[in-house]
């Protein structure tokens, strides 16, 4: 058990251009979840994954943003047309199903994205 | 919908003395409540729990929590706090989402900082 990765852990971008970031959840944890965090904020829910299918969706999700989990394996979440407003840690978790006791979100050590 | 309110930004601590971090949620039904802790720059490490059952938890580094149903209190506590104690903690109460074993939503409060002096 290698933990959640994320790749790559800081980007920095122009404003107006794309960006995809990685995520790795632990091996066999079928349940995916992206989080922003901003500076002196806690995370807010993003999107949930259960397999290769995108459950549910923020309203913070704007159309500039998609997320994908073609194998039920890694995920990726891109932002087009980045905004300075998207400077912020984009996190990674994921947890296997089972009973209660074993839900919990076991998270990766972020991507932080600058856009000047 | 769901909230947590952390009412410390910063505390600070003299090593060794007892902490307290203090967490009060709204939600619902009853609530499964997460703390995690975050050092500067880095991902959430899970401090402890509370699905159902005994409302004291323990959890790693010596952190317990205790859940009060009546204050909708879940606040954290370390009888004897160490420099690398330092970081941030976050306190989160999961909504379910779907019935039955399903997934939850996780929503956080904006987290307290702890500085620890030696």
């Known amino acids: ?116 | 919908a769901q909230s947590v309110t952390q009412p410390d930004i910063h505390i600070t601590v003299s090593e060794g003395a007892s902490l307290e971090l203090r967490c009060n949620y709204s939600y619902g039904a009853t609530p499964y409540l997460f703390w995690y802790v975050q050092s500067p720059g880095q991902g959430l490490q899970l401090l402890l729990k509370y699905f159902s059952g005994d409302t004291l938890v323990q959890g790693i580094k010596g952190f317990e929590a205790e859940f009060k149903r009546s204050q909708s209190s879940f606040n954290l506590r370390k009888p004897s706090v160490h420099w690398s104690d330092a970081a941030e903690y976050f306190c989160a109460v999961g909504a379910r989402r779907y019935s039955g074993a399903g997934s939850y939503q996780l929503t956080f409060g904006k987290g307290t900082k702890l500085s620890v002096i030696p």
């Open chain 1, 1 to 116: 058990d290698t933990g959640v990765s994320q790749n790559p852990r800081h980007k920095i971008t122009k404003r107006g251009q794309n960006v995809t970031f990685r995520c790795d959840p632990i091996s066999e944890h079928n349940r995916l979840y992206w989080y922003r965090q901003t500076l002196g904020q806690g995370p807010e829910f993003l999107t949930y994954f259960q397999n290769e299918a995108q459950l549910e969706k923020s309203r913070l999700l704007s159309d500039r943003f998609s997320a994908e989990r073609p194998k039920g394996s890694f995920s990726t979440l891109e932002i087009q047309r980045t905004e300075q407003g998207d400077s912020a840690m984009y996190l990674c978790a994921s947890t296997s199903t089972g009973s209660a006791d074993q839900e919990t979100q076991y998270f990766g050590p972020g991507t932080r994205l600058l856009v000047l």
